[in-house]
């Protein structure tokens, strides 16, 4: 998947004034950086071209009452627009850094993610994690046309991506959001590393909770972690939430990326960036064996306890480069490919 911008020339240097409430990630909180949001609207891929994209952006900024110039990230005829080109330093609503270069942001390397449109609101629905982005090879005959295949962006994705790359979808198969930056502002935003617990995940299969925590100690002392670790699964009919202390420091990636606000809230799924992927190579789908963290299992919602291999159902956090940042789903109890580790 790729991006695409709609781009204009001769755009205002906005003041410094009129910078966001930028927060303590961001070194230099005086100098404005470049706000990224998701649109509200969803639009058919024949939306109209570029100049239409450009304008439902700005639109969405001025009823948010943003200043700037405001294009959509979108291809058209194989490349970007020089004014998004030229922009330095990307943050999100919240003032969080999303990086510097959207060339850099395009093959999946963010801090943060973007994650909620203009006002701020968070964008958590399923639609609103989907975005029209094109790629270098396809923009469905200039986003005037239902015909083909184009590259689309997918929202918390992978460990610090902002997009998940590769991913496309028919011209006529779906109606998504638009991408929207602003444009015309140079600076250089760096995260600030946060204090606390280190989380990370791993794809490593497990055949009972023992073994489970028992790769979680090991891939961390690989990773030169200090500190016990254990199994975010549900075990013996309690929640995987209550394996962990929320009355500590808050976990953070193994980077030093905030995942949630405090400890409490990292249990309610709605985090500020993606898990590191410690371990072996291949895809994580960590199961969790509960719909939830905070949720009491079933039986047939953690196999039995973990001693079900046969092919019946277990739950699940889905964790993919190219699927929702966080949903729940089923695989067999034969399969169990990772599990989320945590500090404790």
Known sequence: MSLAACGRVGF???????????????????????????SRRILPANFGGRDAADSICAAEAASANLTGSFVAVLFDQGTLPTALVDANGFVRMDGRPIGNRIENLIAGDSFYPVDSFADGALATTLNN?????????????????????????????????????????????????????EVGLQTTVTPKPARGRVAFVTSEAFTSPDQADA???????????????????????????SRFSTTGEPWVTTDGLELAPTADAFFDGVWLTTVTKLGPPASAY???????????????DNCSNWTDKT????????????????????????????TFCLQL
Not at 134 to 145: I, K
Not at 293 to 299: D, H, I, M, S, V
Not at 319 to 338: H, M, P, Q, R, W
Request: proline share 5%; charged share 10%.
């Open 12 to 38: 205002d240097q906005r003041s410094a004034a009129d910078a966001p409430a930028l927060d303590a990630t961001v070194p230099d909180a005086a100098t404005p950086a470049n706000r990224m949001f998701i």
């Open 215 to 241: 790769h979680c100690r090991t891939t961390a002392a690989t990773a030169g972690l200090s500190g016990n670790f254990a199994a975010l699964l549900a075990i013996d009919g309690a929640s995987p939430a």
């Open 129 to 181: 994690l989907y975005v029209w982005t094109g790629t270098a090879t396809s923009d469905c005959n200039r986003w005037t046309a239902f015909a083909g295949f184009v590259g689309y962006g997918v929202f918390y994705a992978t460990r610090n991506h902002t997009v998940g790359i590769g991913v496309s979808t028919t011209c006529d198969n779906a109606a998504l959001h638009l991408w929207c930056s």
């Open 286 to 300: 960590p199961a969790i064996g509960s719909s939830s963290f905070r949720e009491t299992p079933l039986a047939s």
């Open 311 to 338: 092919t019946n159902p277990a739950q699940r956090m889905t964790y993919s480069s190219n699927s929702e940042f966080l949903k729940v789903d089923t695989a067999s109890c034969s399969i169990t490919s990772g």
